[in-house]
């Protein structure tokens, strides 16, 4: 049963590839990050690629972040862990539902199953962030980086071995893009903090709607940065609160007006536009 499932969240993935690639710019692993987002698209109903008889379920939202990273940000504070430690190199999906439904919706379910993750913990759903979860049950999956299904999206962006474009590239692989970006400044222009926001590599994504995101440096410590309250768990911002924000809420505000991550509302400025 969840060969259709399968299929479905490849055919968006490959369509968040061709069309919405920005929210895979800052990651080394795309596959995983158009996977992901394909994920919450079919499963808040707004994917391009559903089965005919796909029924969306009214009420359902998305969020997902790397687990390690949620533990640090909220450690004992939360159960969720207490029957599964937090996972290195996992995405841990948050998926809300109506508590009207006495078990887990059997799309969800089966999305899930497809795409490889295992289910963690359910349970009723706290209010978070702008986001009123009352009257609300959430289920919590794990799935790892380096999952076979993103081999088998490498190989349907690669595309047929015969189509070769005339510089000698497939003309189906989207992975690698020039990123161009028409209104950037030059690094010369921005005051030091904006120019570290700007040059450094970190990799930004989205935890929750409601403006939580996560950003990982090139050091590899991760911090969280909340857009709506203008605050980041980085020593600069907790120590020093400097004006106009610490390289983080920078590079955080910086990827989402460039359409490279989603914005707090989980949509991107390109879905905006059509």
Known sequence: MTEPYLTTVLEEAEHVAEQHDQVARTTDNQAHEYLRYAVLRVLEGE????????????????????????????????DWWETVPPQEACTRFRVFFPDDHQTVPRDIVDVMAALGAWR???????A??????????EVHYLWPEGHPVEEVLHERLRGPAEAV???????????????????????????????????????????????????????????EVDVIDESCTCPDWQQRSPEGGCKHLRRVDHEIKRGRVPRPDGRLRAELAR
Do not use: F
């Open 47 to 78: 994917a391009d690629y559903l089965p005919a008889d796909w029924t969306p379920i009214d009420g359902v939202t998305v969020g997902y972040g790397r687990d390690d990273a949620m533990y640090d940000s909220w450690g004992s504070s939360e």
């Open 120 to 126: 963690v913990w359910t349970g009723c759903a706290a």
């Open 128 to 137: 978070y962030g702008s986001y009123d979860h009352r009257e609300r049950r």
């Open 165 to 223: 474009a005339p510089d000698g590239g497939r003309t189906c692989d989207v992975r690698d893009r020039l990123v161009v970006d028409e209104n950037a400044q030059s690094e010369d222009d921005l005051e030091p903090r904006k120019k570290r926001a700007v040059a450094e590599a970190m990799d930004v994504s989205l935890l929750s709607k409601g403006g939580r995101y996560e950003v990982q440096s090139a050091s590899g410590n991760r911090y």
